[in-house]
């Protein structure tokens, strides 16, 4: 049976109650890769009716989490690495020009000395909550994409991280992968203020390869244990 996502305290807009409703569904793996979507029951879930539904979901749509099929209706489009692999691909290119050009400023940028307080700190004083880990890591490459003053790049960075939500979060659900991203950021951000390019770009390859590849083991593991709930549930 689907789920009723709660979020009644939720300020915004009835199209935004939807949204997030959707959303978090769609992240939770409650709604699956290839599963077609009822709007009747989509507003029956989210408390809205039809006219704030459909923007929530023309809002999805934009986004690449919902598609809308001729004669079919509303679906969940199956999960593509393929696709995420290229967006993975895009923003390496990205922030690998960032970080050139970070490289070729001051060692005592603002930008540069923000990061280095969240990354460069002892062991102690890391945070372990993967929730706000995940927060911080976004903000850091976001951080860097900034560092351009490329309005176009900002906006095209954004658009893809997005996009890239909803598995790049899985990639701190092992403790592991919090504290090598500490390690990781931090290797990062010494390269930048030591100025050495190449070196800051290689690292900054190297970990996003591992962050795509740990997401990919995670993500392929819910889906396979949603699906096992699902075929549970139907079976009682």
Not at 29 to 57: I, N, Y
Not at 67 to 75: D, F
Not at 112 to 125: C, D, E, M, N, S
């Amino acid at each position: 049976m689907a789920k009723v996502v709660d979020i009644s305290g939720d300020a915004g807009s009835l199209a935004d109650k939807a949204y997030a409703v959707i959303k978090k569904r769609i992240f939770d793996f409650d709604l699956m890769p290839g599963d077609r979507l009822s709007e009747s029951e989509l507003a029956q879930q989210a408390g809205v009716s039809r006219t704030p539904l459909r923007q929530a979901l023309q809002r999805l749509q934009h986004e690449g989490f919902v598609e809308a099929i001729p004669k079919v209706g509303w679906l969940i489009p199956p999960l593509s690495f393929d696709k995420f692999d290229e967006l993975y691909d895009f923003r390496v290119l990205i922030e690998c020009f960032a970080v050139r050009g970070l490289c070729k400023s001051a060692a005592d940028r603002p930008e540069l000395q923000a990061l280095a307080a969240v990354w460069q700190v002892p062991l102690k004083a890391r945070l372990q909550d993967p929730v706000r880990v995940g927060e911080l890591d976004e903000e850091f490459h976001r951080r860097i994409v900034d560092s351009t003053g490329n309005g176009e790049m900002r906006r095209s960075y954004r658009e893809i991280t997005e996009r890239m939500r909803i598995i790049r979060r899985l990639d701190f659900i092992k403790p592991d992968r919090v504290s090598a991203t500490y390690d990781e950021h931090a290797k990062i951000i010494s390269a930048i203020q030591r100025r050495r390019a190449d070196e800051a770009q290689r690292l900054l390859r190297a970990h996003i390869e591992q962050s795509k590849l740990e997401v990919r083991k995670i993500t392929l593991d819910m889906l396979y244990q949603a699906r096992s709930r699902n075929r549970s549930s139907h079976t009682d």
